[in-house]
């Protein structure tokens, strides 16, 4: 039987819009909800137990469960168990947060995403059919287009926890 982590968090549906930081929505293009993401509350340390908890967590299907856990991986060392995750997920919300994570820490301005090891999305979503295809390159878009304000966001979350430092410089040098 596996136990579940439910980290306590405020569910907020306008997460991330409100200071005009998102991409159009009109058209019905793709505008994520990340709330359970970004107010979640992370340790100063994570125990192996902790992060065994936040991987079953993630793996939820339910967003405003699986969000939490894939935020307490932040900085755990778990980018291959991140990027599986975004091969499995089915919900737009939660291979958006994995996305902006990736892109987020690791890239300096929007063009050079693979001089310096980011996953490509763009490609591996390629491998993928029709509308699925379509909704993942959409939420990759989403992300690069709102790349400032959710490396903004990511460098909030991670200001002050020690462990986390060296995520929060990268993220807080993308939001600038």
Not at 97 to 124: H, Q, T, W
Request: glycine share 6%; with cysteine; aromatic share 10%.
């Amino acid at each position: 039987m596996k136990r579940r982590l439910f980290i306590h968090s405020a569910f907020f549906s306008a997460a991330f819009c409100g200071r005009g930081e998102c991409a159009d929505s009109e058209r019905g293009r793709f505008t994520c909800e990340l709330g359970p993401f970004f107010n979640t509350e992370l340790p100063e340390t994570v125990t192996l137990a902790q992060v065994g908890e936040a991987r079953i967590q993630a793996e939820q299907k339910l967003p405003d469960v699986a969000l939490p856990g894939i935020a307490m991986l932040l900085g755990t060392e778990q980018e291959d168990f991140l990027k599986l995750c975004w091969w499995q997920k089915t919900n737009r919300d939660t291979r958006a947060a994995i996305v902006a994570i990736f892109l987020c820490s690791r890239s300096a301005s929007k063009d050079d995403a693979l001089e310096v090891g980011i996953p490509s999305f763009e490609a591996f979503s390629k491998r993928f059919e029709d509308q699925e295809r379509i909704d993942r390159l959409e939420e990759i878009e989403y992300v690069k287009a709102n790349l400032s304000g959710l490396a903004g966001r990511l460098s909030k979350m991670t200001d002050k926890i020690a462990r986390l430092e060296p995520l929060h410089r990268l993220y807080k040098a993308v939001a600038k």
